[in-house]
């Protein structure tokens, strides 16, 4: 019973993505990217296993995910060069709640920043929960755009192969692993933000 549930999700996560196509995976990449955290795990696998099936093209999967990713990037450190460290503060304070976004989770990025670099935005692009917020201190700090968009480029590269190889991989040896894995990201990533919106409410 629980693997028939799974099956049918996982079909209809596949469906979804094939329907949407290659610019549904880059505006689904580029929201992932900005300040919505939509798990990029569940456009991506699926992608990659679409790949295997011959219904979708790596290169044109890989180029939609990182220039997704890149979009997404964009809007969250055009944000924070023009509006600066309270203008963001002053957003996240009145629809931070409904991205599970707070104050504390930029602050703390962005001490990640400046302790760690620029090459930060490379590596927090494979950080869960910097991802999608590394940008903002690139923002505040007046990074060079042109240096921030190399450097993203290069980090969501990686973590968009990292994906569609997953997906390509368990797509073609064991397709059972393959939606037993989808379903993992897809419910860990729904049991985290559950997890840490609870925490916001009882802590207030």
Excluded: C
Excluded at 10 to 27: A, E, P, Q, T, V
Excluded at 166 to 174: C, L, N, Q
């Amino acid at each position: 019973m629980l693997f028939e549930l799974i099956n049918q999700l996982i079909n209809s996560i596949l469906l979804i993505i094939k329907d949407l196509g290659y610019f549904g995976i880059f505006i689904g990449m580029a929201i992932e990217s900005s300040f919505i955290p939509l798990p990029s795990e569940i456009i991506l696998i699926p992608a990659g296993a679409l790949i295997m099936k011959g219904e979708m093209n790596f290169f044109w999967v890989f180029i939609a995910g990182i220039f997704g990713s890149l979009l997404g990037a964009w809007i969250n450190y055009f944000l924070a060069f023009f509006l600066g460290r309270k203008g963001v503060d002053f957003i996240v304070d009145k629809y931070g709640k409904f991205f599970f976004i707070g104050k504390k989770q930029i602050k703390n990025t962005e001490n990640y920043f400046n302790e760690h670099g620029e090459i930060t935005i490379v590596i927090g692009r494979l950080l869960p929960v910097v991802r999608h917020l590394i940008s903002l201190p690139a923002g505040f700090a007046k990074m060079k755009f042109s240096k921030f968009s190399l450097f993203t480029l290069l980090g969501a590269g990686i973590w968009t192969l990292i994906l569609i190889l997953v997906g390509m991989f368990f797509g073609s040896t064991a397709h059972p692993i393959l939606k037993l894995i989808i379903a993992a990201f897809f419910f860990l990533s729904l049991l985290v933000m559950i997890v840490y919106y609870a925490i916001k409410i009882k802590s207030k």
